[in-house]
């Protein structure tokens, strides 16, 4: 060998002194030569790459003479120098840049892992860009009306007739079930049916057991808590178990890891799917059928759906239903990628649960918002800073600094202060973890923090802040003239740029308090809506699917023996739960033919609007005295009226089901108030309620209306429930609280929109406080001077004030309309929701007024209460 | 400590370089470290004590002396300087000293 490899050479001229570069590099040559005699070629060249790595070491790297680079250490070491002695000089100004970026920095990471938290979403599953969730369409009462759920047919006809479709699984949801192991019953959260294929298409991680678990027809896949909780071990492949009282036994075939936080599906334990794989639709013209015979359908793709999707969606299937028959009900299929399910809109029969997109694009803004206002004050606090140091400038400039190096200087002020107040707002989030957990979302961890898309928005978010905490403040200076820098303690404050910044801190500042205090208002107003019911002293109880009619009427007749309990009723319906919905028969007002509708139906028991606590409009409720109102009485709510067009609803002929004929057919005999159930974001639906025929369903639900102490009354119903039904545990939830769970989100996004809204104005408000400062020292002279000349503390307070105040009102002006425009937006997303009025808008201009004195007075004062001489002389 | 001191690595390659005499260079000293003590030692290494021990005044080095294995790159040769030779003397002398203090023939056998 003549010479060494290309990277050898570069590596060893970069790391080497030239003048021992030519022998470093002989000998090497040397020995490889050598040892390629004495050892062979193959050992030769690894021990050669050994060598010279083994040359990065500080015997060699130290010999380099910075003879040129000296100079630079040098002077970086003074530009660290004058700036920590500035530092120690104006130790205000430092600890309000240091806390604004810290504080900012600290929110801005927090959001950074709550947002990529959110996106993250279903992106764990192998190959996630290829699976997609179908989705359906209906069209109800001339409404489109989107089902997360599609038919059974479906999924074996696309896999059937569109070549792209790799594998599908259908998933079916069952709630309230128990998993019973000897003779006890555990709840059991998510029970899951599914095809075989599943873990083909989505992806679970295995403990036990293989992909194969869900072929034998009783097998049961278990997770990992429910598998602990169960046997106390996930060692358990083989063991038997069932399900309710099912008298079938289940073999758990696998255990799987719990789906993961990021998962908007969730489960417990998998079983097969007991629906046969059929290739029939005819289900869709059904409401009732059309939910009954369908479920989820997950499908993986080779390639993404094309353009031409949905025709061949079409044709495939055509051959089983009529594509006139499919307008007719506007039935549709299509495509939702895993991904986008979370943050999603909101279909019917999901059953898992959604994040709401709105937040994560307003704490994104926020995000935004907080490095901008941290960045301008960071900004402004500098050019204020470095202006003080003009001097110092000057006399760079003067000995001969270049423009380059001036910028240096700057860098590396703002790279020192990143890099302080990085750790500040890491450790800030280290000790603050729990209350984000509280605030945001429970299944953040604080290693999301080294997640590569974390750490990506995290460094782009401080680099974009750098940029313009060196850029402006660099301009400024270098842009000078010497003379200038020489002559004036202090120049080039009043640029358009700083008052520009300025300006637009203090409309982000507007905008955010506008928008907190409306959100405030929306939210103290869902919790104190009027719910057409009372949801104080209410609790509802959850039966399982073994509760008979019998038990049913004898549980009751128990829970009103309990001391407290002032009614009790059964019905179908869940607060912020799902309806039933089925074509119903309506007598028309002014014509004389029926019209088919579909209406959403709840069955209860007679005494269920005395128990609600709704209110009876018109006519009567049910009476348990007249037989034939199991069937021909039906009560509505405001809503049916309202959509029916009704104008005198008691007595109009109503029927469903004709195929029995006569069976449910009879008139309405009251109208009760809205009764207010799913979350406000939605409007109430137009509800028939009747009784169950012959109190045939025991349907669900039992509501308890009880007075005086919440948890004596509580152990007293899981005693009576006990003895009835022995061996189930009492689902009870208090209605009120159930309520607010709701809407929960809404609270906790409005908790941390405050706080990101309280780091924003005090950022600004130290912005403002260290600026106003710096403004009354480089107009002291001219202060001190109008003294003498007989203005008065109050005359040069209002001065002082008056550059501050007028910048205000401008960026108000600019940034109330813009704040209005948001709320208006996003209140839209309620269906119930607050009138926006100008005064709260006022109310932010004023407070806005009034911060902006509060923080520039202390200055104000002090400049208006000096001693002109001390100022005058000063030179 | 008055005298001037060398750990083991640094006196060897003195030695060797006084030892070598004219063929002193990087390259030959790491070979014959091998040869003698059987031991594989780094090229860097042994650059670094070379120059060490010149920065120390022990040793001293002229360049010259291209051949055809090593790619016509220079040597550089050292060459052992009197204090470096006072140094391995003085070195010796102590060790042999200390040496003599060893009780020789008794075994012991605790």
């Known amino acids: ?875 | 400590m008055g005298k001037e001191f060398l750990n083991d690595f640094e006196e060897l390659i003195l030695t060797l370089v006084a030892a070598l005499g004219e063929n002193a260079y990087g390259a030959a000293i790491t070979i014959e470290i091998e040869k003698w003590l059987g031991r594989k030692v780094t090229l860097s290494a042994v650059h670094v004590i070379l120059y060490r021990l010149e920065d120390k005044g022990y040793m001293k080095s002229t360049v010259g002396g291209a051949t055809n294995e090593r790619g016509g790159r220079r040597k550089r040769i050292y060459s052992i300087t009197n204090a470096g030779l006072a140094v391995l003397r003085a070195m010796k002398v102590t060790r042999t000293e200390i040496w003599k203090l060893v009780p020789q023939l008794k075994i012991v056998n605790s």
Not at chain 1, 222 to 240: C, E, I, P, S, Y
Not at chain 1, 695 to 709: E, K, Q, W
Not at chain 1, 811 to 831: D, G, M, R, V
Request: hydrophobic residues 45%; contains cysteine; aromatic residues 12%.
């Open chain 1, 1 to 875: 060998m003549k010479s060494l490899p290309i990277w050898a050479e570069r590596l060893l001229r970069a790391i080497c002194p030239d003048e021992l570069y030519e022998q470093i590099e002989g000998d090497l040559i040397e020995i490889y030569n050598y040892e390629v005699k004495t050892i062979g070629k193959g050992k030769a060249k690894r021990r050669l790459l050994w060598s010279v790595i083994m040359f990065c070491r500080s015997g060699i790297l130290l010999r380099n003479k910075f003879s040129t680079n000296q100079n630079q250490l040098a002077m970086f070491k003074n530009y660290f120098i004058t700036s920590l002695r500035h530092i120690r000089k104006s130790k205000m100004n430092f600890t309000f840049k240091l806390a604004g970026l810290s504080l900012a920095t600290f929110s801005f990471l927090a959001i950074a892992i709550y947002v990529t938290f959110q996106l993250s979403f279903d992106t764990y599953h192998k190959d996630y860009q290829n699976v997609y969730r179908v989705n359906s369409q209906r069209n109800e009462n001339g409404m489109l009306e989107n089902y997360a759920i599609v038919p059974h047919g479906i999924g074996p006809i696309l896999k059937l007739h569109i070549p792209e479709v790799v594998s599908m699984a259908r998933v079916r949801y069952a709630n309230h079930t128990y998993l019973r192991l000897d003779k006890n019953l555990y709840e059991c959260e998510s029970l899951l049916e599914a095809d075989s294929s599943l873990f083909n298409v989505l992806t679970f991680r295995f403990i036990k057991g293989n992909r194969k678990a869900l072929q034998k027809s009783n097998g049961i896949v278990l997770t990992r808590t429910m598998a602990n909780k169960l046997f106390g071990t996930t060692d358990v492949l083989q063991r038997v178990l069932g399900i309710n009282n099912d008298p079938n036994l289940y073999e758990v075939s696998a255990v799987i890891e719990d789906t993961p936080a990021n998962s908007h599906l969730f489960a417990s334990a998998i079983i097969a799917i007991r629906d046969k794989y059929e290739f029939s639709l005819a289900s869709i013209n059904d409401p009732v059928a059309f939910v009954d015979l369908s479920a989820t359908l997950f499908v993986r793709m080779s390639q993404p759906p094309g353009r031409n999707f949905p025709e061949k969606v079409e044709a495939a299937l055509e051959p089983y239903i009529k594509k006139s028959d499919r307008n007719e009900i506007g039935f549709n299929v299509s495509l939702q990628p895993i991904a986008d399910i979370y943050l999603g809109a909101t279909y019917r029969n999901e059953y898992f649960g959604k994040g709401s997109p709105i937040y994560v694009y307003a704490f994104s803004v926020l995000a935004i918002l907080l490095l901008v206002v941290a960045g301008i004050n960071y900004v402004n606090l500098s050019i204020a800073d470095f202006s003080s140091r003009s001097r110092e400038t000057g006399v760079r400039k003067v000995l001969g600094a270049r423009k380059h190096q001036l910028v240096t200087q700057v860098t590396i002020e703002a790279l020192f202060f990143s890099a302080i107040s990085l750790c500040v707002g890491i450790g800030l989030l280290y000790l603050l973890f729990p209350k984000i957990l509280e605030l945001l979302d429970a299944d953040l961890r604080f290693e999301m923090l080294l997640n590569t898309p974390v750490l990506v928005i995290g460094l782009s978010g401080i680099i974009t802040l750098l940029f313009f905490a060196i850029y402006f403040p660099a301009r400024q200076f270098a842009n000078t003239g010497v003379i200038q820098n020489l002559k004036s303690k202090s120049g080039g404050y009043n640029s358009s740029v700083s008052q520009i910044l300025l300006f637009s801190q203090f409309a982000i500042s507007a905008i955010c308090i506008c928008c907190t205090y409306m959100v405030g208002q929306q939210i103290g107003f869902i919790h104190n809506k009027e719910l057409g019911f009372d949801r104080k002293n209410l609790l509802v109880l959850s039966m399982p699917q073994e509760f008979t009619v019998k038990n049913m009427e004898t549980f009751k007749h128990e829970l009103k023996q309990v001391p407290g309990v002032t009614n009790a009723s059964n019905s179908s319906f869940r607060i912020g739960g799902g309806y039933w919905k089925d074509w119903y028969f309506v007598e028309q007002e002014d014509k004389p033919e029926m019209k088919k509708v579909e209406l959403y139906e709840v069955f209860s028991d007679d005494e269920l609007f005395l128990t609600l606590g709704s209110r009876l409009l018109e006519g009567r409720t049910f009476n348990a005295n007249i037989p034939s109102d199991s069937g021909a009485a039906f009560i509505v709510n405001e809503s049916a009226v309202r959509e029916l067009r009704w104008k005198n609803p008691i007595g109009k002929h109503i029927y469903t089901h004709p195929e029995e004929k006569g069976k449910w057919e009879g008139t309405v005999v009251g109208v009760v108030s809205d009764i207010n159930i799913s979350p406000l974001y939605d409007k109430v639906k137009p509800l028939v309620m009747r009784l169950p025929w012959t109190n045939a369903y025991p349907d669900g639900f039992i509501y308890v209306r009880y007075l005086g102490n919440d948890t004596a009354v509580v152990q007293a119903i899981e005693e009576k429930y006990k003895a009835t039904m022995p061996g189930y545990p009492l689902l009870c939830r208090f209605v009120d609280e159930l309520y607010n769970s709701r809407h929960q989100k809404e609270s906790k996004a409005f908790a941390s929109l405050q706080f990101g809204t309280l780091v924003i104005i005090l950022v600004s408000v130290l912005g403002i406080f260290s600026m106003a400062a710096y403004m009354s020292i480089k107009r002291m002279r001219e202060f001190g001077i109008r003294k003498v000349l007989g203005a008065s503390v109050t005359q040069i307070f209002t001065l002082h004030i008056n550059y501050f105040v007028r910048l205000m009102f401008f960026s108000n002006l600019i940034a109330l309309p813009i704040a209005y425009w948001l709320i208006k937006n996003w209140l839209e997303t309620f269906a119930y929701r607050i009138e926006i009025s100008y005064w709260p808008f006022l109310f932010v201009g004023l407070t806005s007024l009034l911060l902006v004195i509060v923080s520039g007075s202390f200055s104000a004062w002090k400049s208006g209460r000096m001693n002109p001489v001390d100022v005058i002389k000063m030179e």
